[in-house]
């Protein structure tokens, strides 16, 4: 096999590197191996074979340039999250917030997977990094897979080829990253995270979110273990700045859970009510921050991602402008509509609604129809994907290949809470954010596995991704607040408040920038509040709703708390914290008991 493989002309003197690479190829036994390199030369050829094998379809190029269409299997289109384990010596490591085995057992039962399961195929080696190349944040990582679309994925999700190999060098460390299609069988799927061995093995899935293993797997599950033992931090967060007229920027990282509308707000246009103040909003990232404390004291951000792994069904040119703007070239569109002319559609997509197409299943479609429960027929999946350059998103930031990041002003938590959270406020301090954070809930999305529409608590949108047991995770946000000399501000959101009937009282989209614009104001201690049991709350009048038809009440209700539904939810919040027994930090039980006695008087 050595020879076959042609060792002596692999593109790396990184001898771990090449050691490993034999390892898993004397494993997975491929016909073939290829070296990624990253150039235009081999995406074309790369396409051009998936294209004849019918792995992806070639989409209109006037109206679609360089855009492709994939599908996945039926069983196989979203996140597995009952699948997925983190394998510790001890399960106390890996904490009831994930699913446990031990790394003997996980690579037996995924080595006896990946046995063989590669026969026919070719293993592409796609070396990456995480961060700018050669930047204090940046992670280097090394994908073997048997995929062309992983491969076409990778290269627009991160910083890959030749470059990342030079930087490797002979000796540099790197996050071994394993995936193989197998035979797509749900039974025989794992997602595998060896922190301790800083590796990575997946098999028996073709969906992004667990094949493009240098998004959830390495940038949150295996660098939140190392963010923790290192010092810095990786979270689930969109990066922004909000630019002023003078042009100063207050960059925000804010945490939501899949689908809350995190793309959303990281390309938000302002709103007509507010063009007028001239604010510019700068995109950094839609989905992962890595922040790290610099020289200056301050926590510093960067989006290690180059892509957008974005959610399709209601992205459109009223929720997201800039997202539709940046779809229209160059971008690959997973399990969405296609369309008779070779172009796509999802639900919630602008212009008329095709008459006919091909459904997400391959089957054919037609707007109205119904199964044989009399349930509609999706023509996309719920959670349909498209995955596109940032640089093509028209308020991306020139910060984005920049080193050392952007300083972060503020941190935002959000969810859906339909009668609980009010429109936004703000936490006492440090600690308090953290408590916040620790106890945010959301409903679940198409994005997770299990039931849609169901309330789950998901402290700082982290609980699928924490790569170790988040009672220590929550002490290493305190730890980290400690280090710094100018901590952010930390503020919880909620666009999604429900009236009496039902209906959302916020407009959300881009009016969201009038809460912003709040936040921004509070960093620099130029707006006002109202102290509550909960945190600091504006009144109306310290948000500029210039041009919004909302009536006073509704306002009143937006910024409203009921104390004895927030009285339920501290014995919710305390049920959750004794699930993590002892390693819940005890400044969390002091939090609440804090709140507790605020909301009692």
């Given at each position: 096999?050595?020879?076959?493989?042609?060792?002596?002309?692999?593109?790396?003197?990184?001898?771990?590197?090449?050691?490993?690479?034999?390892?898993?190829?004397?494993?997975?036994?491929?016909?073939?191996?290829?070296?990624?390199?990253?150039?235009?030369?081999?995406?074309?050829?790369?396409?051009?074979?998936?294209?004849?094998?019918?792995?992806?379809?070639?989409?209109?190029?006037?109206?679609?340039?360089?855009?492709?269409?994939?599908?996945?299997?039926?069983?196989?289109?979203?996140?597995?999250?009952?699948?997925?384990?983190?394998?510790?010596?001890?399960?106390?490591?890996?904490?009831?917030?994930?699913?446990?085995?031990?790394?003997?057992?996980?690579?037996?039962?995924?080595?006896?997977?990946?046995?063989?399961?590669?026969?026919?195929?070719?293993?592409?080696?796609?070396?990456?990094?995480?961060?700018?190349?050669?930047?204090?944040?940046?992670?280097?990582?090394?994908?073997?897979?048997?995929?062309?679309?992983?491969?076409?994925?990778?290269?627009?999700?991160?910083?890959?080829?030749?470059?990342?190999?030079?930087?490797?060098?002979?000796?540099?460390?790197?996050?071994?990253?394993?995936?193989?299609?197998?035979?797509?069988?749900?039974?025989?799927?794992?997602?595998?995270?060896?922190?301790?061995?800083?590796?990575?093995?997946?098999?028996?899935?073709?969906?992004?979110?667990?094949?493009?293993?240098?998004?959830?797997?390495?940038?949150?599950?295996?660098?939140?273990?190392?963010?923790?033992?290192?010092?810095?931090?990786?979270?689930?967060?969109?990066?922004?700045?909000?630019?002023?007229?003078?042009?100063?920027?207050?960059?925000?990282?804010?945490?939501?859970?899949?689908?809350?509308?995190?793309?959303?707000?990281?390309?938000?246009?302002?709103?007509?009510?507010?063009?007028?103040?001239?604010?510019?909003?700068?995109?950094?990232?839609?989905?992962?921050?890595?922040?790290?404390?610099?020289?200056?004291?301050?926590?510093?951000?960067?989006?290690?991602?180059?892509?957008?792994?974005?959610?399709?069904?209601?992205?459109?040119?009223?929720?997201?402008?800039?997202?539709?703007?940046?779809?229209?070239?160059?971008?690959?569109?997973?399990?969405?509509?296609?369309?008779?002319?070779?172009?796509?559609?999802?639900?919630?997509?602008?212009?008329?609604?095709?008459?006919?197409?091909?459904?997400?299943?391959?089957?054919?479609?037609?707007?109205?129809?119904?199964?044989?429960?009399?349930?509609?027929?999706?023509?996309?999946?719920?959670?349909?994907?498209?995955?596109?350059?940032?640089?093509?998103?028209?308020?991306?930031?020139?910060?984005?290949?920049?080193?050392?990041?952007?300083?972060?002003?503020?941190?935002?938590?959000?969810?859906?809470?339909?009668?609980?959270?009010?429109?936004?406020?703000?936490?006492?301090?440090?600690?308090?954010?953290?408590?916040?954070?620790?106890?945010?809930?959301?409903?679940?999305?198409?994005?997770?596995?299990?039931?849609?529409?169901?309330?789950?608590?998901?402290?700082?949108?982290?609980?699928?991704?924490?790569?170790?047991?988040?009672?220590?995770?929550?002490?290493?946000?305190?730890?980290?607040?400690?280090?710094?000399?100018?901590?952010?501000?930390?503020?919880?959101?909620?666009?999604?408040?429900?009236?009496?009937?039902?209906?959302?009282?916020?407009?959300?989209?881009?009016?969201?920038?009038?809460?912003?614009?709040?936040?921004?104001?509070?960093?620099?201690?130029?707006?006002?509040?109202?102290?509550?049991?909960?945190?600091?709350?504006?009144?109306?009048?310290?948000l500029d709703l210039a041009g919004l038809d909302i009536p006073e009440t509704t306002m009143e209700k937006l910024l409203s708390i009921d104390k004895n539904d927030w009285l339920e939810e501290v014995r919710d919040i305390e049920a959750f914290f004794k699930t993590f027994g002892s390693a819940m930090p005890q400044e969390m039980y002091?939090?609440?008991?804090?709140?507790?006695?605020?909301?009692?008087?």
């Amino acid at each position: 096999m050595l020879t076959a493989f042609n060792v002596s002309k692999w593109p790396t003197q990184n001898a771990e590197l090449k050691t490993w690479v034999i390892e898993m190829a004397e494993m997975c036994q491929p016909d073939a191996l290829v070296w990624v390199d990253g150039s235009e030369e081999e995406k074309q050829r790369l396409e051009k074979e998936a294209l004849a094998t019918g792995e992806l379809i070639l989409l209109d190029q006037q109206k679609w340039p360089g855009c492709l269409y994939h599908r996945t299997a039926a069983n196989d289109v979203a996140r597995t999250e009952h699948l997925t384990y983190i394998c510790t010596p001890s399960q106390e490591e890996a904490g009831p917030n994930n699913n446990w085995m031990s790394p003997e057992e996980g690579y037996k039962k995924a080595g006896a997977l990946f046995n063989g399961s590669m026969k026919g195929r070719t293993m592409y080696v796609i070396p990456f990094s995480m961060g700018p190349v050669g930047s204090p944040f940046a992670k280097i990582g090394v994908e073997l897979t048997d995929s062309i679309y992983v491969v076409l994925n990778m290269r627009i999700m991160t910083r890959m080829g030749e470059k990342v190999l030079q930087k490797l060098g002979p000796d540099g460390a790197f996050t071994r990253c394993l995936h193989s299609k197998a035979d797509l069988d749900d039974t025989r799927r794992l997602i595998l995270h060896f922190p301790h061995d800083n590796a990575i093995w997946s098999v028996g899935s073709g969906y992004g979110g667990n094949v493009l293993l240098g998004k959830k797997c390495l940038s949150l599950r295996i660098a939140s273990f190392l963010a923790r033992s290192e010092g810095w931090m990786a979270e689930h967060m969109l990066i922004m700045g909000v630019e002023n007229p003078s042009g100063h920027i207050v960059y925000i990282a804010a945490a939501f859970p899949s689908a809350c509308g995190k793309t959303n707000l990281a390309m938000l246009i302002p709103p007509e009510g507010l063009k007028h103040k001239g604010y510019r909003i700068w995109t950094v990232g839609d989905d992962i921050a890595w922040m790290r404390i610099d020289t200056d004291g301050k926590l510093w951000a960067v989006n290690p991602e180059t892509g957008f792994f974005g959610v399709a069904p209601g992205t459109n040119m009223q929720s997201n402008p800039n997202a539709m703007l940046t779809v229209k070239k160059n971008t690959i569109f997973t399990n969405v509509v296609l369309t008779p002319d070779k172009g796509i559609w999802w639900e919630g997509m602008d212009g008329d609604v095709p008459q006919e197409g091909i459904n997400w299943e391959g089957k054919p479609w037609k707007p109205g129809m119904v199964d044989d429960t009399g349930n509609k027929v999706h023509g996309a999946h719920p959670n349909s994907r498209f995955t596109a350059p940032v640089t093509q998103c028209p308020s991306i930031s020139n910060r984005i290949e920049h080193h050392h990041g952007v300083p972060i002003d503020a941190i935002v938590f959000g969810g859906r809470r339909a009668h609980l959270a009010p429109l936004v406020y703000e936490a006492f301090d440090w600690k308090h954010g953290v408590f916040i954070g620790a106890t945010m809930a959301s409903e679940r999305t198409a994005a997770q596995f299990g039931k849609q529409g169901e309330v789950r608590r998901d402290p700082m949108a982290m609980l699928p991704f924490c790569g170790y047991n988040m009672g220590h995770y929550f002490q290493h946000w305190l730890d980290m607040g400690k280090k710094m000399d100018k901590a952010p501000k930390i503020f919880n959101v909620n666009w999604f408040r429900l009236d009496d009937d039902g209906r959302f009282m916020w407009p959300g989209f881009g009016e969201n920038l009038r809460v912003l614009e709040w936040i921004m104001d509070r960093c620099m201690n130029t707006a006002g509040s109202k102290r509550t049991a909960i945190g600091y709350i504006p009144k109306a009048r310290d948000l500029d709703l210039a041009g919004l038809d909302i009536p006073e009440t509704t306002m009143e209700k937006l910024l409203s708390i009921d104390k004895n539904d927030w009285l339920e939810e501290v014995r919710d919040i305390e049920a959750f914290f004794k699930t993590f027994g002892s390693a819940m930090p005890q400044e969390m039980y002091n939090q609440l008991e804090g709140l507790a006695e605020r909301l009692k008087q």
